[in-house]
């Protein structure tokens, strides 16, 4: 089972409402992702990092922000929810070199009212 | 066109039986082909990773690859009810800006009776 996790599992929030979704891993991956994820749908990258204090933009568009401060933890924040942004958000790790194969975190599914 | 494309299904098979899941692609930068399980309220794990064209097997898993034809498939023989799960094919180019991206397809979801 892979060392990954993220907080919360679930989350409700109002509109406006500032959050953070949290993403750790113990498998020290120099490579970490985010994946917005749909009923249906395909996995979608909006960010992914290199390393510490390394970010960049997938290739959906996402008003969220990522940071990159120690190797293991991988936070995401949205400043103001909308129900747009009602999805489920899957965190993935991997060793450099070997990309295609990601560990992936449990998820958080978000509802934004 | 989508560059992955995966027949959503649901599919549902009685337990024993061979299933039978396929991508079709459209880059053909793409070089590396993977596999992902995803069970219900769980995130993806790796099932199978292949690069060449061909077949790659693992117990009752086998990875099938047709560059020539933008084709790959994943062979489940002697299916069990705890392979139900959606497999997401996915996909990544060879080295270079891009290869650390994967490309996923949308999933198909596989039901197998008892």
């Known amino acids: 089972e892979a060392d990954i996790y993220q907080t919360p599992r679930y989350l409700v929030i109002g509109t406006g409402k500032k959050i953070t979704l949290e993403c750790s891993q113990t498998?020290?991956?120099?490579?970490m992702y985010w994946y917005q994820q749909d009923p249906g749908m395909e996995l979608h990258l909006i960010h992914y990092?290199?390393?510490?204090?390394?970010?960049e933009k997938g290739d959906l568009s996402s008003e969220s922000t990522v940071s990159r401060i120690r190797t293991e933890h991988f936070p995401l924040t949205l400043e103001s929810a909308r129900p747009s942004h009602t999805s489920q958000y899957l965190c993935?790790?991997?060793?450099?070199?070997?990309?295609?194969?990601?560990?992936f975190g449990p998820g958080t599914r978000l509802l934004v009212l | 066109q989508k560059e992955v494309e995966q027949d959503p299904g649901p599919l549902s098979v009685p337990e024993g039986a061979i299933v039978s899941l396929n991508c079709t692609y459209s880059?053909?930068?793409?070089?590396?082909f993977m596999w992902y399980r995803q069970y219900s309220r769980k995130g993806p794990e790796l099932l199978m990773y292949?690069?060449?064209?061909g077949n790659k097997e693992d117990g009752r898993f086998t990875a099938q690859v047709d560059k020539s034809s933008k084709y790959i498939s994943l062979f489940i023989r002697d299916s069990q009810p705890s392979d139900s799960a959606t497999y997401l094919c996915a996909m990544s180019p060879m080295g270079g800006a891009g290869s650390y991206q994967l490309t996923f397809g949308k999933g198909t979801k596989l039901s197998v009776i008892p």
């Open positions: 498998m020290g991956h120099d490579k």
């Open positions: 880059n053909s930068a793409f070089q590396y």
């Open positions: 292949t690069y060449s064209s």
């Open positions: 993935a790790s991997s060793e450099f070199g070997r990309e295609g194969t990601q560990y």
């Open positions: 990092s290199y390393g510490v204090n390394s970010t």
